[in-house]
Structure formats: structure tokens, C-alpha cells
């Protein structure tokens, strides 16, 4: 799959982005549609960017690349640059980490055959979650999620939180994570996804820019997490999300210093899924006055950022 990730007719009326986060807005670069896990579809999604005055967005869906040709569509009518994307999952010493894929060029060489294997991985990840899930009360795990899902894709955990809430067992998809699903809980599989460094080789070989999703949400501590960012710069990681939705400004001033001393570009996006809830595309916390340069800035997604 190749997409015109920069389409011309939508470039006059664009504006440049920043060279600076303090000056930043009007961009989103972590949102999911119905491809994967989120609510709305890829062209509503774009819609609801458009009505929030976003200029510039990227489609992050779990695994997938599937949403991206329906938005793209969307985003050239609505005068938004998008940039094809995808929020891959990976593991690192044991835990589970997300790498967005920014490419400017679509999905192409390695990356196409890592979407296949991780699709495969979902769907026999899904079957063991549902096993778990049904020996704590949740009978026909698997139908239930599919159900709540509404469609065919690879069931993720947030199919099941919303398959625990309809049975009863919890009050609230937070709830279901905290119980069931969350870091360490029994619904927590990530034996089958591939390592760090084979995930950041896919993007890579796409012509993408990796991006570590989220650094703050892991648990980690301050030195654990210098220590994954550690890792993922060897691997050939180039950013990280400096924003995630709304965090700790004392927590964001020192990643900023964490990403600053490695090199690293910083990204940011709300991680939106549905309407309702605390989050909205664009709506995240102020970036920090930081010298990380934003992953716009990078050379592969120069039409991004540019006129």
C-alpha cells in the first residue's frame, strides 16, 4: 500500500507548522478510528478534526494501515495534511511498549509483512485473553469482544473492557483495565508481539520515522525509562512522544531533558478513540519550552510540515 500522504490540493491552504513547540497547535499526530480500536470511522474521524480546526493529523490504528485510504480521502476535502501512520506494539524486557510509524511514503517492504504477522498475532493473542477472561466469569469471551467491536479487525483489549462492562462484571472500561487488563493483569498478553528493534527495523525499511508512544504511561521509573529510550535509540529509533493526551507538567519538563540529551525528536498527539471522554483530537497538555525539536522538523516528512 502506497498513499499520497500530502495531497496537492490541500497544500496552499495549510499552514507551515512551527519550528518550535511553544509556538505549536492546530496538530495531532496519535488518533484511532474504527480500522482498530476507536469509535468513529477514519472520514468521521477527519471530520471532527476539521470542526476542532486541526491542520494537520496522523491516523495512528493499532497494527494497521487500513483506515488511512478512507482518511487521506477525507483530509484532501477538508484541506487537512495527513500523514499515513500506525501504532505498532512490540515488547521490551518484558513489557509492552508502542511505536507509532509516521511514513511519509505509506506502507511498503518489511513493514507490509510485519502488518501480517502482527494481525496473525492479534488474533491468536485475542483467543488467549478470552481464555483467561472466561476462567474469571466472562463467558463467551471471544463472541462478546466481537460483538463489541462491531466488525472483523483484530480484536484488542479494549474489546474485551467493553465485553466486561456489557456483562456487568465491571462499572467502567477503567475499571476493567485496573481488574483484568491493565500492565501484569491476566488479560495482559504480549508474548506474541515481535521485539523492539525488529518493530523500529520495519519502519525503517518503509522509509519512516519511529516514534516511542507515550514514554510516561509505561510505570516505569525515571531510570528504567532513560533506559528504553536508551534502547530504542540503538535500535535505530528516531522520536517520542514528548505529549500524550494530558500529563504532569513536572513529568514533561524532564522527558523533554530525557529526549534533548538522547537526540531524540518529540511528537505529540491526544491518543483520541471516542467522543465523550477526556480526550479530543488536538486536546492535550502545553508543550514545555523545550529545545526538542519537533518530529515535523524531521527531513523524510518535510512536505508534511511545509507549504
Not at 220 to 248: C, H, P, W, Y
Request: charged share 20%.
Amino acid at each position: 500500500m502506497i498513499i499520497d500522504s500530502f495531497p496537492a490540493d490541500s497544500r496552499a491552504d495549510t499552514p507551515r507548522l512551527p519550528d518550535t513547540f511553544c509556538e505549536v497547535q492546530d496538530v495531532d499526530l496519535h488518533m484511532h478510528s474504527t480500522a482498530s480500536d476507536g469509535v468513529l470511522s477514519p472520514g468521521e474521524l477527519v471530520a471532527l478534526c476539521h470542526r476542532r480546526g486541526l491542520t494537520h493529523m496522523a491516523l495512528t490504528d493499532h497494527d494497521t494501515l487500513a483506515g488511512v485510504e478512507e482518511a487521506a480521502q477525507a483530509a484532501a476535502q477538508a484541506g487537512i495534511r495527513l500523514i499515513p501512520a500506525t501504532e505498532l506494539s512490540c515488547q521490551w524486557r518484558g513489557a509492552n511498549i508502542h511505536v507509532v510509524a509516521l511514513l511519509p511514503r505509506g506502507g511498503i517492504g518489511k513493514l507490509a509483512e510485519g502488518l501480517i504477522r502482527q494481525a496473525q498475532a492479534r488474533v491468536i493473542r485475542a483467543e488467549v485473553i478470552a481464555s483467561r477472561l472466561e476462567k474469571l466469569g466472562l463467558d463467551n469471551a471471544l463472541a462478546r469482544a466481537r460483538v463489541q467491536a462491531g466488525s472483523e479487525r483484530p480484536l484488542g483489549r479494549p474489546d474485551f473492557a467493553a465485553a466486561l462492562v456489557e456483562a456487568g462484571l465491571v462499572k467502567d472500561r477503567a475499571s476493567a483495565f485496573k481488574k483484568f487488563l491493565g500492565s501484569g493483569k491476566p488479560g495482559d498478553v504480549k508474548a506474541h508481539w515481535p521485539f523492539l528493534s525488529e518493530v523500529v527495523e520495519w519502519i525503517g525499511g518503509a522509509g519512516g520515522v519511529a516514534v516511542l508512544a507515550h514514554p510516561l504511561r509505561y510505570g516505569l521509573t525515571r531510570r528504567k525509562r532513560g533506559l528504553l529510550l536508551d534502547a530504542f535509540v540503538d535500535v535505530g529509533g528516531e522520536a517520542a512522544e514528548l505529549i500524550s493526551g494530558f500529563q504532569n507538567a513536572d513529568l514533561t519538563r524532564d522527558l523533554a531533558r530525557q529526549l534533548e540529551g538522547r537526540g531524540l525528536y518529540g511528537s505529540l498527539g491526544s491518543d483520541f478513540h471516542f467522543p465523550g471522554g477526556p480526550l479530543a483530537p488536538g486536546a492535550m497538555s502545553p508543550p514545555p519550552r523545550t529545545d526538542v525539536t519537533p518530529v515535523w522538523l524531521h527531513p523524510a516528512l518535510t512536505g508534511f510540515s511545509a507549504r
